[in-house]
């Protein structure tokens, strides 16, 4: 079994992880969640975006959004799980996107990658339709839009266009390089950054890193994923998100407390935090970021 890297030096502002997996991360009961977010919060992740892959998931994340108040959730099909989906898998995400809970529709999108690895991978043209129905969902709930990109890149922004964008896009776990980040950054969409844009072998996504304005940056895990250097090859979860948000800062030459500080400020915006529904669930924040 993998095992958790040291924990990381507290952030001196308060971080929200924009897109986790708890259950995948072994945060399978109501106790699990609480102590994997015991332990983020200890290291300054105020609050996470528990996201779905499947409908099994999907049920789970709503679920887990009761059980502690630093839990969002986010529903969709994951692109590579979309060959079979049916009409009561759209009628019943329908009814989980509208939970107050759900702050997102994701993740959807385009997965290029696994259709050549896996013969079990949707392909693409189920992956496409699954996607404008995502879209679609997310335009008439009224919640953000979060995108899966692998490998995808031109499909994934062309169908985008076609369908025409909800208010809000987030890219998450941003995988372009410098000329993406600018056509996303100039049509006004979220790019997410996980644990990958601390690999030194990522250097494209790291020149794009560097492009992307404050107001449209948001920080995430991915977990159990992605686990961000040094510690690459062990158990992410949400507490390792400070090493994505120290070594991000450095790299856009930011001071740490500034970047945790206006992610948090931009996910309490993207994901409505601040909406009556959810409000006084989240809390509220002083002017460090602190919750």
């Keep these: 079994?993998?095992?958790?890297?040291?924990?990381?030096?507290?952030?001196?502002a308060a971080v929200v992880d924009a897109h986790t997996h708890l259950d995948a991360s072994g945060?399978?009961?109501?106790?699990?969640?609480?102590?994997?977010?015991?332990?983020?919060?200890?290291?300054?992740?105020?609050?996470?975006?528990?996201?779905?892959?499947?409908?099994?998931?999907?049920?789970?994340?709503?679920?887990?959004?009761?059980?502690?108040?630093?839990?969002?959730?986010?529903?969709?099909l994951h692109p590579t799980r979309t060959a079979a989906m049916t009409d009561a898998d759209?009628?019943?995400?329908?009814?989980?996107?509208?939970?107050?809970?759900?702050?997102?529709?994701?993740?959807?999108?385009?997965?290029?990658?696994?259709?050549?690895?896996?013969p079990d991978c949707a392909p693409p043209a189920a992956q496409r339709e699954a996607y404008r129905w995502h879209i679609d969902l997310a335009k008439r709930v009224g919640k953000p839009l979060m995108i899966h990109d692998r490998d995808a890149h031109g499909d994934v922004l062309a169908v985008l266009e076609q369908e025409g964008p909800p208010q809000t896009v987030i890219f998450h776990c941003f995988s372009g390089d410098a000329a993406m980040a600018r056509i996303c950054v100039d049509a006004g969409y979220v790019l997410s950054f996980s644990g990958t844009v601390t690999f030194r072998?990522?250097?494209?996504?790291?020149?794009?890193?560097?492009?992307?304005?404050?107001?449209?940056?948001?920080?995430?895990?991915?977990?159990?994923?992605?686990?961000?250097?040094?510690?690459r090859g062990k158990l992410n979860e949400p507490v390792n998100?400070?090493?994505?948000?120290?070594?991000?800062?450095?790299?856009?030459?930011?001071?740490?407390?500034?970047?945790?500080a206006s992610t948090c400020a931009n996910a309490a915006r993207v994901f409505?935090?601040?909406?009556?529904a959810t409000k006084k669930s989240f809390g509220a924040t002083d002017t460090a970021g602190r919750f």
Excluded at 1 to 12: C, G, H, I, T
């Design 1 to 12: 079994m993998r095992e958790l890297p040291p924990a990381p030096a507290r952030l001196p």
């Design 27 to 76: 945060a399978t009961d109501a106790a699990g969640v609480r102590a994997a977010l015991d332990r983020a919060g200890a290291v300054g992740v105020a609050a996470v975006v528990t996201v779905a892959d499947d409908m099994a998931s999907a049920r789970w994340v709503v679920s887990a959004s009761s059980w502690d108040e630093r839990v969002f959730a986010a529903v969709a």
């Design 272 to 276: 409505g935090f601040g909406h009556p």
């Design 241 to 260: 998100l400070p090493y994505t948000v120290r070594d991000l800062a450095a790299l856009r030459g930011q001071d740490v407390a500034e970047l945790a």
């Design 201 to 231: 072998n990522a250097r494209a996504l790291r020149e794009a890193a560097v492009l992307v304005p404050d107001r449209q940056l948001l920080v995430e895990t991915d977990a159990p994923f992605l686990t961000p250097h040094p510690h």
């Design 90 to 118: 759209r009628a019943e995400l329908d009814q989980l996107a509208r939970h107050p809970r759900v702050v997102a529709v994701g993740e959807t999108g385009l997965d290029y990658y696994w259709t050549q690895h896996d």
